[in-house]
């Protein structure tokens, strides 16, 4: 039995996770969980599986993970206040099943320092599918990782037509039921671009063999092809059981987290070039993963602020990846080692950059 603390179990992926454990009370154990702010719920989790150690915020979840054992730590915060959490569980030396991806991100060199060889388990379902095709070869024989992207709910459209988008709009995706933050990365492609620097990060890769190609009907989860043309694909119905049922005990699988592709009807699957002139976000991440250092951190940060702008009226929907590029072009790095207080000084100086730009809009 394998014993779990998750944070952030108020959230989508920490319900689902809950989900899984629930269906196999034989195989985890929950010891410990956190939330942000929800304390009715979190009550409502502790009592049904009676968990004695609990949390509230970010400081309280950091000092869960360093005062509770557990053999993994589902981090499924939102946003990169997740870096805290991230160091305290790789340093403790559990597992981590990440589905907080800008905390790796955000951390960069800092987190990849810390982590042991196998103790970062992707949750996110791109990365989980590229770590399962990756089982089919030697690290030495992948030609290129390819991510796929539903396409959010404006796909085909060109960038003209995007400028009077509403929020209620970038909300309505098409396959994924996620919170504010991360459906409205999706509907940029900001998300994507995440996702490109978070498997350079994670399968030391590098960006020109990392591409990112429109899959709609979000069956295939990404692909890895090999030296030989041979490309390996993971394919389900979307359903983040799967992938975090793999992130709470990997390699093993776990059965019946959910329902398998039905063979016996006709059906199709498309895939589609991404159109970088309507959505540069991808480009613009590469662009900022090779920076590395703390750009990654300031256009992580530029866009929260630039999403939270959109959703208030304050800018319009284009004006998100603007605001990103202009933040990111326009940011002088520090010299030294990446630390915590470097790149949290390094968020702020973002933040402020973000409001700026975006006030005198």
Sequence with gaps: MRSVIILGSSGSIGTQALDVIRANPRRFEVVGLAVGSNRALLEQQAAEFHVEHTAVGIDEAVQLVRDVDADVVLNGITGSVGLAPTIAVLERGATLALANKESLIVGGDLVQ????????????????????????????????????????????????????V??????????????LVVTTNSATLVNKGLEVIEAHLLFDVEYDRIDVVVHPQSIVHSMVEFVDGSTIAQ?????????????????H????????LDW???????????????????????????????????????????????????????DIVDTVRAVVEGHEASAGELTVESLAEAERHARRAAQERIAAA
């Design 166 to 179: 509403t929020p209620a709009q970038a909300l309505a995706h098409p396959t994924w039921d996620m919170g």
């Design 235 to 251: 394919a389900s119905p979307p359903d983040m059981r799967l992938p975090i049922s793999l992130g709470l005990d990997w390699p």
């Design 253 to 260: 699988r776990v059965a019946a987290v959910g329902r398998p």
């Design 264 to 318: 016996s009807t006709a059906t199709s699957w498309t895939f589609e070039p991404l159109d970088e002139a309507a959505f540069p976000a991808v480009a613009l991440a590469k662009q900022v993963g090779r920076a590395g250092g703390e750009y990654p951190a300031v256009f992580n940060a530029a866009n929260e602020e630039a999403v939270a702008a959109f959703h208030t009226g304050r800018i319009g929907f284009l």
């Design 113 to 164: 320092r810390l982590a042991a060889p196998g103790q970062i388990v992707p949750v996110d379902s791109e990365h989980s599918a590229i770590a399962q095709a990756l089982r089919s070869g030697t690290p030495d024989e992948v030609r290129r990782l390819v991510l796929t992207a539903s396409g959010g709910p404006f796909r085909g459209r060109r960038r003209e037509e995007l400028v009077a």
